[in-house]
């Protein structure tokens, strides 16, 4: 059998039954106690006693072997590339921050960020039927595939201020919702201003800084609600089939692949930004 | 007529038809345009149009004779003082800002701050069946009331760190829903702190500074929601009805009153929370 | 160890951890699976492969000896007598009832039936901070039983018309929510004519027949939602702590109590409302 | 100025400022009082002052003049085709309809009846990200409109059960949501039986008996809520853009079109399914 995690490609000897030696999966890389009471209110995702595979402490799946229980594994269908399936676990994450959008048919948003997450982002809230959906991104060759993906409008940061522009655009409503996939410097403040009144701030990126600093005053005047978005909770099975329907959407984020060998200049070259990198994928 | 309003008592002349001369009535502060999209989605008190009386550049109500529409009237039952009238405004905010807890019977909450608006707060919170609430407040007049008026445990953060016991008194799980209605230097910190797993976080306060500290990372880890409330959304006729119908839990929290002539001195007062002063009435 | 369950009480001896002989616990009749959609999502009542104790084909609870996981123990503290403990089963029913009420403070509502669930329908309205609350109850000593427990009006449906009354008293706006815990001929559709525009309607009764007739024209002028009820969903603790907290209010429910050797007249007196029962405790 | 309506074209005079003769606008039909509760709090749909024309009593649009105020028009852009746009009253409707839905990425839905209404439901679902849809319909040109429109497998209740068909396709979980845009005799039983543990039924169609025969059992061990849809909430604007965006995928459902000469055929063909009608465009 042959599974695709996060970044990686993992192939694995399994004794479940129904599954054969060859079958394709997902690794869904999140073990759950499923008896506390965030898993028992359905918010696995912040289960305190989740073990993250990947996590410092547990083993992560660039390795031969992987142990999972049958419930963490997602057969991947043939139709399906296993480079494709590399987004299935990112896809999940933006289709999880969208939960907290309540998008309605044709409502406006914004996506601060065009790495995977906010380019996944992009292509979720097209296939939700939102409307126009403004993407801001600084490096040119992921502005274009926002665009590809999705994005009805792209903005460059260093060039005009985000914020103005949506607001102009919109004239001085703002959007409905804003994805903040970047938590930059000003990305979530820029998020709160963007923003309509009464509209929804979605925090996906993670701050590098333990204090960020934050402009109550536009959340209160609007009454701005700001959610925060951990990983994402059971969306894989449907961020699998988003990929399987949608596969030519999703398909140019994929743009770079790298032997094991290379994870090294893999990482360094996401890490980077460099060479245009959309996904990149680590194969065995 | 006379009339009520916020921290103040008016007196008024008035053509309005159902209304005769003596009535007292509840004057509604703000007016609303009703044809904005906030208005027409039913969020009045985010409208781009408001006028509000008692702004800069809108009269206030400290004077002999106010012009209003007839729907800003709100009638006061004879069984109900002048003096606790006052506390429709700021209650009608406690009560607007519940709307955003999605309180449950038996959830417990933490209340940052016991000025007007947060005993207002407790008070709303156990009529709405809350469990265990938690007050955090310096001031040990205020924390008195806070007890009187539905806290189950005060706490001076002076003395005690705030989120430690919180927690501690939780077995480590944290409160459902907290209230910052302090909005100083640290509290909205403390609110993230201590909610619980996917729990929410209700800034009813007013922070002085532009950009206030925030800690993102416990809000994601949670997955805790952050909201904010902006004055009160048409909760003045529940305020109203809630003031008649539990008078004695509502009573303790007018403290102070003082005559028209000495307004300088009750606004210094209430600033310098003087004299164990809860909620100051001005009075004609 | 001596416990108490719905309408009964049971003695039982336990091996768990934790608990000595003599402790005394509520005894939650439900096991679910933890892993099917439903529980993963939270609705463990509606699991597929549940196991209720006391449903056809799994033991009851009148009998000396009852085996069950730990987590279906709830303790019970010293100051509640195991007569009132009796009251968590469908105490939690009517908690989560109100989970689909969506209650503001001061809303109004109604209670179709005054049984035991719908009396503890109405005293949860009144702890959750509802407005005025009618009962709607054709004998005499239920209704009186409504008003002690938090009803502000009560109607006989024998003697008037109870939609007409409702509508009459509240200018033909009909009140934010309605709760037929009786599940009769017309009380559903009473319950939605009584109902608001955008007024929710729950329906926690049973109705006996397969077929209700409904009258879908005033739910649709009014888009009137409505709610259906399976038992409870991890309310028990929250059920448990209210009735400690308020024994008071609850306390007049139980109004008899029969051995056990006499528990055909029990149930026979239940069945038939006879000697003004509102709740009948079963002893060992 | 030309505008398109419902089924209809209607040519006018206009003052308003902003617009000129020869414009092209749809005209919405309902007037609204804005200051009732159903209106203050975002329900001009129920608003019980509103004045619809073409209801009895009120004048339609099937006439040379018609006297709206400037917020009831809104204007065509020249891409979109007057046939076209008569279907924006209808979509506004399936748009409304689906914020019953609260859908989610990849959720399933069922559509019973592919009339007008039923088709752009289907239309909205597959826009809004639905996963499969099922279309129920007797009629074989109607299910080979609802699978050109979105519909992802299309059953002949005639032939088939469509219950248990839906079952068997989902492995007997049900579908996320299903929307009865029939309303004939059994399908909104058919709703509740197709829908899943927790799901959600939507009734947009009306009933012509005045009492339907419901079955609450299913609904009660699902907890199933059950919606019910008055017409739309200011969904226009949403629709007029879905239409403009996305005509191909509309485009198929315009079948027909009568002269103003031929009105009385053009309702008799439409209300007997002829000739395989889809929507039928009456022309000035």
Chains 1, 2, 3, 4 share one sequence.
Request: a neutral charge.
């Amino acid at each position: 059998m042959t599974g695709a995690g996060s970044a990686s490609t993992v192939s694995a000897r399994v004794a479940h039954p129904g599954w054969s030696a060859g079958d394709r999966a997902f690794l869904e890389p999140a073990l759950y106690c499923y008896h506390c009471e965030s898993c028992r209110t359905g918010h696995h995702n912040v289960c305190p006693n989740i073990r993250f595979l990947s996590n410092p402490g547990n083993p992560g799946f660039f390795r031969e072997c992987v142990n999972l229980p049958q419930e963490n594994l997602i057969g991947i269908p043939g139709s399906l590339s296993l480079d494709h399936a590399t987004m299935v676990e990112p896809l999940a994450v933006a289709i999880h921050s969208l939960t907290f959008a309540e998008l309605r048919l044709g409502d406006t948003a914004a996506v601060l960020g065009a790495g995977p997450i906010g380019l996944l982002t992009i292509a979720s809230l097209k296939l939700a039927g939102a409307g126009r959906i403004w993407a801001v991104e600084p490096l040119a060759h992921r502005r274009e595939l926002a665009r590809s993906m999705g994005a009805t409008a792209v903005i460059d940061p260093a060039a005009l201020d985000p914020v103005d522009l949506i607001l102009s655009d919109t004239g001085q409503r703002g959007v409905d919702v804003v994805f903040d996939c970047a938590a930059k410097r000003h990305t979530t403040n820029w998020a709160i201003r963007a923003a309509r009144n009464v509209g929804r701030v979605v925090l996906t990126g993670i701050h590098s800084e333990i204090l960020v600093p934050i402009e109550t005053s536009p959340m209160r005047r609007k009454e701005v609600a700001l959610f925060n978005v951990r990983r994402s909770n059971h969306e894989s099975e449907a961020a699998l089939e988003m990929l399987v329907r949608h596969t030519d959407l999703f398909a140019p984020m994929v743009t770079h692949s790298r032997p094991m060998e290379s994870i090294a200049e893999a990482f360094s070259m996401s890490e980077h930004y460099a060479d245009g990198v959309g996904k990149m994928v680590v194969k065995p």
